[in-house]
């Protein structure tokens, strides 16, 4: 029942509209009534009326309540849209088979995840309760480890959603939907969650540029908007052909055969081989490449070695 089973005497107005009475084993029981400037009584009683000239400032509370019945409704679960693939095509660079794996991904679901609280450390609880008996166990920052089951919490004070580690070891706190603020961040989607992975193809000849970084996108909830998404994907660079050493008169470094289109950290160095002379002077001997490739090579020419002495 959603009324409290005491007495009507002696109670506040909102305590005496949460309130019922028994009565007798034929009625069971009443609820209880608010009446202005006298006080609280059970419905039927005579000190309700007695004295009354009207009856429009009495309240009683509601004998039955609505409330959704919450087994009935759907499981709603946050999907990260594949922001990999564009109308059915992966993003320039990237492989199809594996951004393939990005869809249907759950934000904030099992997977692993690292601790960054900002106090420095998680307390392990044995219940997805905050009034729980902590195990003892503690989460540095920087700590990772695995969530097998997330549960959301919405009725306590304060609000959080919690993660039971794979392990069995005890609960700890993911996110206070208070304040919108992890305790913690995920990393990748291991342990049965989203197994996205982000990474350039290099069966086309495509690597990370410069900072860029491949491998495993985690499926993240921004709770203050109520938006999913991934972490971003890496940006792709096409390697370009190592320029020939031009019948040998030419000297290339390994590095020219790394270097990805418009990347200024190319760090290839051509220039003539022993007994060869660019046919125009150089003002550099490093080289970045274009979408067209390397440009502006020297070409190199052999030189006739002076004639010896005849003396």
Same mark, same amino acid.
């Given at each position: 029942?959603?009324?409290?089973?005491?007495?009507? &005497?002696?109670?506040?107005?909102?305590?005496?509209?949460?309130?019922?009475?028994?009565?007798?084993?034929?009625?069971?029981?009443?609820?209880?009534?608010?009446?202005?400037?006298?006080?609280?009584?059970?419905?039927?009683?005579?000190?309700?009326?007695?004295?009354?000239?009207?009856?429009?400032?009495?309240?009683?509370?509601?004998?039955?309540?609505?409330?959704?019945?919450?087994?009935?409704?759907?499981?709603?679960?946050?999907?990260?849209?594949?922001?990999?693939?564009?109308?059915?095509?992966?993003?320039?660079?990237?492989?199809?088979?594996?951004?393939?794996?990005?869809?249907?991904?759950?934000?904030?679901?099992?997977?692993?995840?690292?601790?960054?609280?900002?106090?420095?450390?998680?307390?392990?609880?044995?219940?997805?309760?905050?009034?729980?008996?902590?195990?003892?166990?503690?989460?540095?920052?920087?700590?990772?480890?695995?969530?097998?089951?997330?549960?959301?919490?919405?009725?306590?004070?304060?609000?959080?959603?919690?993660?039971?580690?794979?392990?069995?070891?005890?609960?700890?706190?993911?996110?206070?939907?208070?304040?919108?603020?992890?305790?913690?961040?995920?990393?990748?989607?291991?342990?049965?969650?989203?197994?996205?992975?982000?990474?350039?193809?290099? &069966?086309?000849?495509?690597?990370?540029?410069?900072?860029?970084?491949?491998?495993?996108?985690?499926?993240?909830?921004?709770?203050?908007?109520?938006?999913?998404?991934?972490?971003?994907?890496?940006?792709?660079?096409?390697?370009?052909?190592k320029p020939d050493d031009d019948h040998?008169?030419?000297?290339?470094s390994e590095e020219c055969g790394r270097?990805?289109?418009?990347? &200024?950290?190319?760090?290839?160095?051509?220039?003539?081989?022993?007994?060869?002379?660019?046919?125009?002077?150089?003002?550099?001997?490093?080289?970045?490449?274009?979408?067209?490739?390397?440009?502006?090579?020297?070409?190199?020419?052999?030189?006739?070695?002076?004639?010896?002495?005849?003396?």
């Amino acid at each position: 029942e959603h009324l409290r089973l005491d007495t009507c &005497s002696h109670k506040a107005e909102s305590e005496c509209l949460a309130t019922r009475e028994w009565v007798d084993e034929k009625v069971s029981w009443e609820p209880c009534c608010f009446i202005r400037d006298v006080g609280c009584a059970r419905k039927g009683d005579e000190a309700i009326t007695t004295g009354l000239k009207s009856t429009a400032g009495i309240k009683c509370a509601p004998k039955r309540k609505a409330s959704w019945n919450e087994a009935q409704m759907p499981a709603c679960k946050a999907i990260c849209p594949n922001r990999f693939i564009s109308s059915g095509v992966p993003l320039s660079g990237l492989i199809n088979e594996v951004v393939e794996q990005c869809n249907g991904c759950e934000a904030g679901g099992p997977g692993k995840y690292k601790a960054s609280h900002g106090q420095g450390a998680l307390q392990v609880m044995r219940e997805p309760n905050p009034k729980a008996e902590p195990t003892g166990l503690i989460l540095q920052n920087g700590d990772e480890f695995i969530v097998a089951t997330v549960v959301h919490d919405y009725e306590s004070d304060k609000p959080w959603i919690w993660g039971e580690l794979k392990d069995g070891s005890g609960w700890i706190t993911l996110t206070s939907l208070a304040t919108g603020m992890d305790s913690a961040t995920k990393i990748d989607g291991e342990a049965g969650g989203c197994t996205c992975q982000a990474s350039c193809d290099r &069966s086309d000849m495509f690597h990370p540029r410069a900072g860029e970084v491949e491998g495993a996108r985690a499926c993240k909830l921004d709770y203050e908007n109520n938006v999913a998404y991934f972490d971003s994907e890496p940006l792709c660079g096409k390697v370009c052909a190592k320029p020939d050493d031009d019948h040998g008169t030419r000297q290339v470094s390994e590095e020219c055969g790394r270097c990805i289109a418009d990347d &200024s950290t190319c760090k290839c160095e051509v220039t003539c081989s022993d007994g060869n002379k660019a046919r125009q002077l150089q003002s550099s001997t490093r080289y970045t490449c274009s979408a067209h490739g390397f440009e502006g090579l020297p070409i190199c020419e052999p030189q006739c070695t002076k004639p010896p002495d005849q003396g």
